[in-house]
């Protein structure tokens, strides 16, 4: 579920259109602010799937909550896929937050 416009590869996001397509960033900086919130976004949703499992949920919210995951799962394997394409060269990496970063150029690393 990734692709590729003018080289840059494309992130899908944890989030659709009102439509319900899927949506996409495009841009190779982690750092920038849509990346940013993604990230952020990601983490609520796996953070509410968790809340929706422990409190039993009834089967129509644990599908939602399945098809977000899904989403960010197919995501960040598609970034671990991209950053494994592109090794950084450094070999050191730091974590920060809860965040693997290498500690050469601070590009995180999604693991």
Request: glycine letters at 10%; charged letters at 30%.
């Amino acid at each position: 579920m990734t692709g590729e416009r003018c080289g840059a590869s494309l992130r899908l996001l944890p989030w659709t259109t009102p439509e319900g397509k899927a949506c996409y960033l495009s841009t190779d900086d982690a750092e920038s602010l849509l990346s940013l919130l993604a990230d952020e976004a990601e983490e609520e949703v796996l953070k509410a799937a968790e809340e929706l499992v422990a409190a039993d949920a009834g089967p129509r919210r644990l599908l939602g909550a399945l098809r977000d995951v899904l989403r960010v799962a197919v995501s960040r394997g598609a970034r671990l896929v991209q950053a494994e394409a592109q090794p950084c060269e450094h070999g050191v990496t730091e974590r920060c937050e809860g965040k693997t970063y290498c500690g050469g150029c601070r590009r995180q690393i999604y693991l």
